[in-house]
């Protein structure tokens, strides 16, 4: 069984920062790329960021320039850092990982359960 738990959403105010954490553990053959999605109330869930496992980044438009994000390999780990937030950020953050289950053959995605970041103008 796999897991990803996410942690670092909260209140922030406009111009402010929040650093989000995604651990995948349980029964894990490899992880390719991992990343964040958003999902804003009455709005589809949106890529913010991904990361392949060799370091590659894609960022959308709304986060280039605002964001980074960064993996550890070694701990199953992606994290989001996010600067400048603007209300407009204000949405349920949802992490991914495409990897690899024991046992398996083939990657699939899996996702966290989502952590709430909240932006205050």
Request: proline fraction near 2%.
């Amino acid at each position: 069984q796999v897991q990803l738990v996410e942690s670092g959403g909260g209140l922030v105010q406009a111009g402010g920062s929040l650093r989000l954490s995604c651990q995948a553990s349980g029964s894990i053959a490899s992880i390719n790329a991992m990343g964040w999605y958003r999902q804003a109330p009455g709005k589809q869930r949106e890529l913010v960021a991904r990361i392949a496992s060799v370091g590659y980044t894609y960022y959308a438009d709304s986060a280039k320039g605002r964001s980074t994000i960064s993996r550890d390999n070694a701990k199953n780990t992606v994290y989001l850092q996010m600067n400048s937030l603007k209300p407009e950020d204000t949405a349920v953050y949802y992490c991914y990982a495409d990897l690899r289950a024991l046992g398996t053959w083939r990657a699939q995605d899996y996702w966290g359960q989502g952590t709430q970041v909240t932006v205050s103008s």
